[in-house]
Nanobody, 124 residues
Framework: QVQLVESGGGLVQAGGSLKLSCAASGRTFSSYAMGWLRQAPGKERRLVAVISGSGDSIYYADSVKGRFTISRDNAKNTVYLQMNSLNPEDTAVYYC?????????????????WGQGTQVTVSS
């Protein structure tokens, strides 16, 4: 298991940007695929982006493709989510998640560890 702590959420106007960070504990961070998921009020949690342990494979949900960028710094045990061109539909609690087990598809939404979540609110 790995402990995850998100930061960087907040209130932003439509069209603005935010950058989320997720700091992970442990010495084997590079062995974990890392994901960002979000849950809007009254809706189920949905996968936003996933990055492989090495960073060479990335998946984005169609709803954020071209606006969001996931990246990681394995030396700092941190994964990021740069969010640009935000709109009110992006309002949600954003969760960082880690996956230390193999899955056949990077966009699988199964993860073994979760952060506590950080609120992102986009005003119109």
């Amino acid at each position: 298991q790995v402990q995850l702590v998100e930061s960087g959420g907040g209130l932003v106007q439509a069209g603005g940007s935010l950058k989320l960070s997720c700091a992970a504990s442990g010495r084997t961070f590079s062995s974990y695929a890392m994901g960002w998921l979000r849950q809007a009020p009254g809706k189920e949690r949905r996968l936003v982006a996933v990055i492989s342990g090495s960073g060479d494979s990335i998946y984005y949900a169609d709803s954020v493709k071209g606006r969001f960028t996931i990246s990681r710094d394995n030396a700092k045990n941190t994964v990021y989510l740069q969010m640009n061109s935000l709109n009110p539909e992006d309002t949600a609690v954003y969760y960082c998640a880690a996956r230390g087990f193999w899955v056949p598809d990077l966009k699988d939404a199964s993860f073994g560890s979760w952060g506590q979540g950080t609120q992102v609110t986009v005003s119109s």
